[in-house]
């Protein structure tokens, strides 16, 4: 039976505790661990039963116990404590009004899944959880910030597993009222809608709410009449359908986005799509600046592209999202008829390879196009992002491909274990979450008693086991299993045994079950080969994707194994995990196990919450451990080779795994004093927590894409769209006339005023001579680009050296020249290139143009002396 009417019911709080309410709908509580120890003192089984939602818990309890609670001294000094902290939390924020104090700026943030808090299920895995962390160190920071997202009714799956151990997937519907999300609503109170052209169509969005501390988190929601029960389920499941429901969710996430953002009134100085699913977002500003601002196509893209930032997160081809030519004429046609492209020209934004017209349309690839500022999320990743994408840049030798690097991090306070904190609090000062890797206050680390340290970690493992037995009991009875599965999951584990957690997506290139490579020898390692003192137990969580049959395959070959070698106390699988598992694991386990396919790991965070608790990594060189301090902190996986036979490579690391914890990590963690310290594994806990928690937070992460990314984007915006976009307007016209003439230009001759044998720091003269066409000495950089020479006869790097003009010879031709050295010995090789230049150009790679000269094609004389070239007066005017 359908309603007439709706109520909104909010729960009836006490005077007194009025500010229960605003505490649980701001996330902040989510990292204020006193905070959450409120709400757990509410009612704690509620609590629990409630998955830590506090608006759920407040809709649910008792209102007698509210009241009574009201009447406690205690509980309400305690309340009152949690609303003045988060009143100055909020009015506090200073670190971005330091660096930028008269901007008058807005970052918005586009990402397809969002990990706050285990109560807001939409999310599956890192992306999502390290976007949740941008948000909340944007608020640390006092970023003006917002995130821009979907809200999916049944989010991500829950986990379960049968009887045989084959994973099964549930999908709980969200109840967004009861969850700490708020609709956005007019001036009149009615719901606030956007909407979305669809082929036949329109789509309608409603806007809630998610308030991150400062930051507020922007969701849209098509689950609403009018729209078809189709159109409904847009935002029904993370990553759910088939291809055409992929690209209905993209184009709400992104044309979607950007309309919610003007609804809202917010005017973004920034668009960072945090991998390429928001991409669609370009199409729209586009559109935007066209009919809004009366730009031409050309100037409208410049100006979408001079504000858009791209992270990618993707390593491998095979994880960027594709659309073929048809579907993307379909749905996004219109747009090439407002831009006047043909078919062809609109593909092109997507393509690499433009004049391949069989190729897929690459979100990847249109994000690059669209950006100002390219990032991957490791250094490592940036390397290997710069060869996924080099075709972009033909001719350009890949170390210079404008794709950078900015580590991923995690927010400290979200991921350290509340004792843990406490510690750090007392030893480092309550700023420890948000200092760089160069204050002061980590020398104290050494400071920490090592026998208070190791307590705390003891009392963190002893934690995890009885969370892991409680949770494991509770997925058994849910499935109805057998009462002495039930009793026997109540004694899993061992408090007091080295544990080893691992804990992530089940891709298969993650390799969760390397471990299991040689069945007999990790059995004697999980037995210590009959020594009590030298047990190894392994804590195991994760999901995989639920059409991903090999990855489902990994999991039940785990547990099939335990149960066969009689181990299932010893190697325990956390069924469905999720941010609060995560936290347990990353706080109680020993040593945090991670053996991707390198170089297939873009970054890995979990390793970085783990090591902020003092855990020990144990880890293939891949991601953010490769640049890691990998001897102090914990152990590296071979020493970073990569294979072209998987099965050769998984044997050879399989056995270095085993190498490890056989003769450094079990040696190391039982090797203990006469007051049961291991000194040795304490110290490495020390070092990971003085190494590893500075440089791995979004803290410093987020700083940094401020100062190289939103800062410099934000700046260009308005240098382009002064004096009615004249600046913008210029560039495009430039960029019209640039392409017309680029490859009319001639390399005519270069004179080398040296002998072919050098020594080193022997300098010498080179002049070039240049037929400009119709390009003018202001259009160009030229450069000599010196590098080593390799076996295969190239240059695959080196530097450039910036030439100058000197003038015009009698017959027109352009003349530069330059002085130049070589600082290192053996085959060194020369060659010449053009780049363009403009003053409104952001980099001379933007254009994606560049000219070499070609030994076969340019007269290339060697001499001893250069004759100097009288200035002409095109030279002074230059």
């Known amino acids: 039976m359908r309603p007439i009417r709706t109520f909104n019911v909010t729960p009836a709080l006490p005077p007194r505790l009025a500010g229960l309410k605003k505490l649980a709908y701001n996330l902040q509580w989510d990292w204020d661990v006193d905070t959450i120890e409120l709400f757990r003192r509410l009612d704690p089984d509620l609590w629990e039963s409630s998955h830590y939602n506090p608006v759920l818990m407040l809709g649910m309890i008792n209102q007698q116990r509210l009241q009574a609670i009201a009447d406690d001294e205690g509980f309400v000094a305690q309340a009152d404590r949690a609303v003045q902290r988060l009143d100055d939390y909020l009015s506090e924020r200073t670190w971005h009004h330091r660096n930028r104090p008269q901007s008058d700026e807005c970052y918005a943030y586009f990402s397809m899944e969002f990990g706050l808090t285990s109560c807001m299920p939409v999310y599956s895995g890192g992306l ?3 976007a949740g962390d941008h948000l909340k160190s944007a608020s640390d920071l006092g970023l003006p910030l917002v995130g821009v997202g979907l809200l999916y009714q049944e989010g991500y799956f829950a986990q379960y597993f049968n009887a045989d151990g084959w994973q099964q997937e549930r999908y709980p519907v969200n109840d967004f009222y009861n969850m700490p999300l708020e609709l956005e609503r007019d001036d009149q109170g009615s719901e606030m809608r956007i909407a979305v ?22 969701l849209l929601d098509t689950n609403i009449e009018p729209n078809n029960q189709y159109d409904q389920d847009i935002c029904d499941r993370l990553y759910g359908g088939d291809i055409d429901m992929r690209i209905h969710q993209e184009i709400m996430l992104g044309i979607g986005g950007v309309r919610m953002l003007e609804a809202l009134g917010l005017k973004p100085t920034a668009y960072h799509m945090n991998e390429g699913h928001s991409a669609f977002l370009a199409l729209e500003r586009i559109r935007r600046f066209m009919e809004r601002d009366g730009l031409a196509y050309p100037e409208a893209l410049q100006m979408a592209a001079s504000s858009q930032i791209f992270t990618t997160h993707t390593p491998v081809p095979a994880g960027i999202d594709l659309f073929s030519s048809d579907k993307i004429l379909y749905y996004l046609g219109r747009y090439a008829r407002k831009f006047g492209l043909s078919d062809d020209e609109f593909l092109a934004l997507g393509r690499e390879d433009t004049g391949d017209l069989s190729t897929p349309f690459s979100m990847a690839v249109l994000a690059i196009k669209t ?13 290997v992002s710069r060869e996924m994408f080099g075709g972009l840049w033909q001719d350009l030798p890949q170390a210079e491909v404008p794709i950078t690097a900015i580590t991923n991090g995690v927010h400290a306070r979200s991921c350290v274990a509340k004792s843990t904190q406490e510690l750090y609090d007392r030893y480092l000062g309550p700023n420890w979450s948000q200092a760089g890797a160069k204050d002061d206050l980590w020398e104290r680390v050494q400071s920490i008693p090592d026998e208070e340290l190791w307590r705390n970690h003891e009392l963190c493992r002893s934690q995890l086991v009885k969370y892991a037995r409680s949770h494991l009991q509770k997925s058994l009875l849910e499935r109805d299993a057998a009462p002495t599965e039930v009793a026997k999951a109540a004694e899993i584990l061992d408090p007091a045994v080295l544990t080893i957690g691992f804990a992530r997506r089940f891709a298969t290139y993650k390799r969760a079950t390397l471990f299991l490579h040689d069945l007999d020898r990790i059995r004697k390692i999980i037995t210590g080969d009959g020594q009590r ?52 694991m990353v706080a109680g386990a020993d040593i945090w196990l991670n053996n991707p396919r390198r170089p297939r790991e873009a970054s890995g965070t979990s390793g970085m919450k783990a090591a902020m608790n003092g855990l020990l990594n144990l880890s293939v060189l891949d991601g953010w451990w490769d640049e890691a301090d990998y001897v102090r902190t ?24 085993y190498e490890l914890i056989e003769k450094e990590v079990v040696p190391l963690f039982y090797d203990r004093d006469e007051n049961d310290i291991p000194r ?24 940094e894409y401020a100062r190289r990314a939103y800062f410099m984007v934000s700046d260009r915006l308005h240098q382009l769209r002064a004096d009615q976009y004249a600046p913008a307007k210029e560039l495009a016209a430039w960029h019209t006339h640039l ?8 390399i005519k001759a270069i004179d080398i005023a040296a002998p072919s044998a050098l020594q080193v720091n022997e300098t010498f003269n080179v002049q070039a001579k240049i037929a400009l066409g119709q390009l003018s000495p202001e259009d160009l950089l030229v450069e000599l680009y010196q590098g080593t020479v390799q076996v295969d006869g190239e240059m695959h790097t080196g530097i450039s050296i910036a030439m100058d003009y000197q003038g015009q010879d009698a017959d027109g031709n352009s003349l530069y020249a330059a002085e130049m050295q070589y600082v290192t010995s053996g085959l060194q090789g020369l060659s010449l290139r053009l780049l363009p230049r403009h003053r409104y150009l952001h980099s001379s790679l933007e254009p994606r143009l560049i000219l070499w000269a070609n030994p076969e094609a340019v007269a290339i004389n060697m001499t001893s002396s250069i004759p100097d070239v009288p200035p002409t007066p095109a030279a002074s005017q230059a």
């Open 634 to 657: 914990g152990w590296a996986i071979g020493s970073g080779e990569e294979y072209d036979d998987p099965d050769y490579q998984d044997e050879v690391e399989a056995n270095a795994l």
């Open 533 to 584: 003192r030298q047990r190894v137990q392994f804590v195991i969580a994760g999901k995989a994707h639920p059409k991903d049959i090999p990855g489902k395959e990994l999991i039940r070959s785990i547990i099939h194994f335990t149960r066969d070698k009689g181990l299932d106390s010893s190697i325990v699988f956390v069924p469905n995990y999720d941010i609060h598992i995560a936290r347990a």
């Open 371 to 383: 950006a100002s500022f390219v990032n991957g999320v490791s250094q490592l990743h940036g390397a």
């Open 739 to 746: 392409s017309e003439h680029w490859y009319d230009m001639k």
């Open 128 to 130: 999502g959880v390290l």
């Open 197 to 218: 052209e669809y082929p036949g169509r329109t789509v309608y969005a409603r806007i809630w709410r998610v308030q991150v501390g400062t930051v507020p988190l922007y």
């Open 680 to 703: 040795g594994w304490v110290a490495k806990m020390k070092d990971a927590i003085y190494l590893n928690t500075p440089r791995f937070n979004t803290s410093r992460m987020v700083k």
